[in-house]
């Protein structure tokens, strides 16, 4: 028996003792032989013709599993609560870095500046979008974020968040970084990467108390046909690969292959949820990719992160790098925004590039604008999430009935699940996560635009 339940289990048999017939409920821990401790029930009952003999009749049950699910629900609830929080914060702190990453590029394009006001404002730029993507891993948390894969290098996504990490690592642990010397493009979601790289790296250090040394490499990666069946998930082909590595004090065998399970957790009470390495695998998962885990008591553990590589790994490097700057158009937009300063921002950047912007605050304004310059309208800007009982896909559902050949953009701080469905843009849609940079708003613009004139989803 637990030592600390032995007090309150004399106690409860000395009252069953004391009054016969009436019967005593305790709860304790047990230690089964695997080790593990298990919750039993148990109800005493003194019976009046068995007291004199000093007989106390006990029946138990084992409630370790339902107390287990019990707890899991307390967590769950209490991420839930959690998750709700972050998730509003970080969609109201997105329009104020809208605001900034916009304004920034408006003065930038100014001429006459300064170099050091200039080189200050790209400062500026750089932290907004920085804490952009930090707002981006509080919707993931929340799961509020859409994933947004784009082609990117994972040497720079690495690279991108080696500072906060020396920072979460702490001194006693020595941060190494090996990267692979050409670029490694994939197409993924910056976001999730970065939380997937967070989590192994704050388990890494959870498990070197005393210090030691974090080693993060990116590698590439050919799997045969045997080596990929061999692997569960993975397909034969190119890969990109991230290795985490650490010195702490590794896993036991026997635990290995729960490591992944939602709130399975080693660590003491109050220092684990249970689930960062189940965001790892959902993560990596949903980018296509497969996971693979060594480790040895004593010795550490490494995780290796593979994702589909790009075809032209060089190639899509440097077309990344020489992309032309967004083209402007002439073409008429209804904007729809219900912060007055990203609506302001939004159309001075779109008229800047040759547009011609109708705005209003919500979707009942939006309306009457439509009724008045229904046939001059070429896209639809709108906010998914606005007061006014009119949400941005109700709003494009109106207006298509209209004009089903209406292109639509949909933009939130949030994701399309919180306008009541998950949003699947068809031809003529796309979705635009705020904040973004001006370059991907007239980009996206762009595109829409000129996508093929095909009839919206139903």
């Known amino acids: 028996m637990h030592p600390d339940d032995v007090g309150q289990v004399q106690a409860a048999l000395q009252q069953a003792v004391a009054h016969p017939g009436r019967p005593v409920r305790i709860e304790y821990r047990l230690r089964h032989k695997n080790g593990d401790w298990r919750v039993l029930q148990t109800v005493g009952r003194s019976l009046p013709e068995l007291a004199e003999e000093g007989f106390i009749v006990l029946n138990s049950r084992d409630i370790s599993e339902q107390r287990r699910l019990e707890e899991q629900l307390r967590q769950s609830q209490k991420l839930e609560a959690i998750g709700q929080l972050a998730g509003g914060v ?193 993560i990596v998962k949903q980018h ?55 609506r302001a921002l939004t159309r001075a950047t779109l008229e800047r590039h040759g547009y011609r912007v109708l705005e209003a605050p919500d979707g009942l304004a939006a309306i009457e604008l439509w009724r008045q310059h229904c046939e001059a309208v070429a896209l639809l800007l709108t906010d998914l999430v606005m007061p006014g009982g009119l949400n941005g896909r109700d709003l494009a559902r109106r207006l298509r009935a209209d004009r089903p050949q209406l292109k639509v953009i949909y933009t939130s701080g949030y994701s399309a699940e919180l306008a009541g469905r998950e949003l699947n843009p068809g031809p003529g849609e796309a979705f635009l996560q705020k904040p973004s940079a001006p370059e991907l708003l007239l980009e996206t613009v762009r595109r829409c635009l000129d996508a093929t004139a095909d009839a919206p989803p139903a």
């Open 90 to 282: 970080a969609h109201d702190f997105n329009n104020i870095l809208a605001v900034i990453l916009m304004q920034s590029e408006l003065i930038t394009k100014r001429g006459g500046l300064p170099e050091p006001a200039r080189e200050g404002i790209q400062q500026i730029r750089a932290a907004a979008e920085r804490a952009a993507n930090f707002t981006r891993q509080l919707l993931l948390f929340s799961r509020r974020q859409v994933m947004q894969p784009r082609d990117l290098d994972l040497n720079e996504v690495v690279t991108n968040l080696a500072k906060m990490l020396r920072r979460i690592i702490g001194e006693d642990v020595h941060l190494e970084l090996h990267l692979h010397p050409a670029p490694l493009m994939t197409r993924a979601d910056a976001g999730m990467l970065e939380q997937v790289l967070l989590n192994l790296a704050v388990n890494a250090r959870d498990a070197m108390p005393e210090g030691g040394r974090l080693i993060i490499e990116t590698t590439t990666r050919e799997f045969t046909a045997e080596e990929a069946a061999a692997l569960p998930d993975a397909q034969p082909g190119r890969y990109v690969g991230l290795r985490v590595s650490d010195t702490g004090c590794g896993i036991p065998p026997e635990i290995l292959p729960r490591i992944f399970e939602p709130f399975f957790t080693t660590k003491e009470p109050g220092k684990g949820t249970g689930l960062g390495l189940a965001t790892v695998f959902g």
């Open 288 to 342: 296509g990719g497969c996971l693979q885990v060594a480790s040895e008591p004593g010795r550490g553990t490494t995780f290796e992160v593979f994702l589909p590589a790009l075809a032209e790994t060089a190639a899509a490097a440097s077309a990344t790098a020489s992309r032309p700057a967004p083209r402007g158009g002439t073409e008429t937009l209804l904007l729809v925004e219900d912060d007055s300063e990203v």
